[in-house]
């Protein structure tokens, strides 16, 4: 059954962040910096997947659609995704008067939709390409089994997990942001793949706030995301802002947060909340209280921290006098 919250809270803008000690991690040299400029890291291609489970009532619909086209625009205009590369599957039917991420949808959401999708991108993907997936919807835990909801019968972590094992690509970042998403974590892990979920693995079952953040944020400024100013942006930084969008969320609305976003970037499955060292108090955090943050169990963070995404545009040099001035449309 697909669970909603009876309150819908109101999409708030404006976080706090506090960034000490943000370079522990923030380890990239200067060549993929560079690379980053260019909104890249290598010579592949980047392709993604973007996958929403049944959206559930009229109102939900109008809220995952619109964050679907939102994460869509953001990738292929602000972080160098080719338009024919997304790929996107929904869970309810098209509609005329959907944007033009639905419009391309590949079909329904369902298991088997989904599983030609990740057959198709096994054939298409190299070595050197980057795979994102980012699922959203509604999920639900069994006492057992956390499923998402998706047309025909609902898919299992296992099963989820099951249809990228091994998948071979250079750069491979998951965001599963439905309820119940941390039970995902161990099935996804794989040395060398970054795993983001919305929630802990424990009951943590109320709808999430992780998807209309993740939207938000990869659609914002990328100086925004740059929280060590250093020109390039990380997965890692990504992460963070995104945790601390949906904390002044539930701050703003003065609910208690009923979801802690994990992540898994050394293969463990076990996930860490490593938001918690870089988040000030009235967030949830504990920055200012400890020297430094400190990396989670055996090393998380570190991969995503080294993962660039893309860059801050510099300003265009004025090349009659030497100075620098905004670029000219």
């Excluded at 995704?81 to 098209?94: D, I, S």
């Excluded at 094992?165 to 995902?184: D, M, N, P, W, Y």
């Excluded at 990504?238 to 949906?246: E, G, H, I, K, W």
């Amino acid at each position: 059954m697909t669970e909603h919250k009876a309150d819908r809270r109101p999409i708030r803008h404006g976080v706090a962040i506090l960034t000490l000690g943000l370079s522990v991690f923030l380890t990239a040299g200067a060549s993929h910096a560079a690379e980053a400029q260019t909104g890249t890291s290598g010579k592949g291609v980047r392709r993604a997947l973007i996958v929403c489970g049944l959206p559930g009532d009229e109102d939900h619909r109008k809220l995952y659609a619109g964050v679907m086209e939102k994460l869509a625009k953001a990738l292929i205009e602000q972080y160098g995704f080719p338009a024919t590369e997304v790929l996107v599957r929904f869970g309810g039917e098209t509609r005329p008067t959907d944007g033009p991420a639905l419009k391309s949808s590949r079909g329904p959401s369902s298991g088997e939709g989904i599983a030609a999708d990740v057959a198709e991108l096994r054939k298409r993907l190299t070595a050197d390409d980057s795979l994102w997936v980012i699922v959203l919807g509604h999920g639900h835990l069994d006492g057992r089994r956390a499923y998402l909801n998706l047309p025909g019968p609902d898919l299992d972590e296992r099963g989820f997990g099951k249809l990228f094992e091994g998948l071979k690509a250079r750069e491979q970042v998951f965001f599963i942001t439905s309820s119940a998403s941390g039970f995902f974590l161990k099935p996804l892990a794989q040395p060398g793949r970054i795993v983001i979920t919305a929630t802990e693995p424990d009951r943590e079952v109320n709808e999430t706030l992780f998807p209309q953040a993740l939207a938000d944020v990869l659609a914002s400024p990328p100086e925004g995301i740059d929280h060590d100013k250093n020109g390039s942006i990380s997965v890692f930084e990504l992460y963070l802002s995104v945790v601390a969008n949906v904390m002044q969320r539930y701050v703003d609305d003065e609910n208690l947060a009923t979801e802690h976003a994990k992540i898994d970037d050394n293969g463990d499955g076990r996930g860490s909340e490593l938001q918690a060292q870089y988040l000030p108090e009235e967030l949830g955090g504990t920055a200012g209280k400890d020297e430094k943050p400190t990396a989670g169990p055996k090393g998380d963070g570190q991969l995503a921290s080294q993962v660039l995404i893309g860059a801050v545009p510099q300003p265009a040099k004025d090349q009659s006098n030497g100075s620098t001035e905004a670029a000219k449309k």
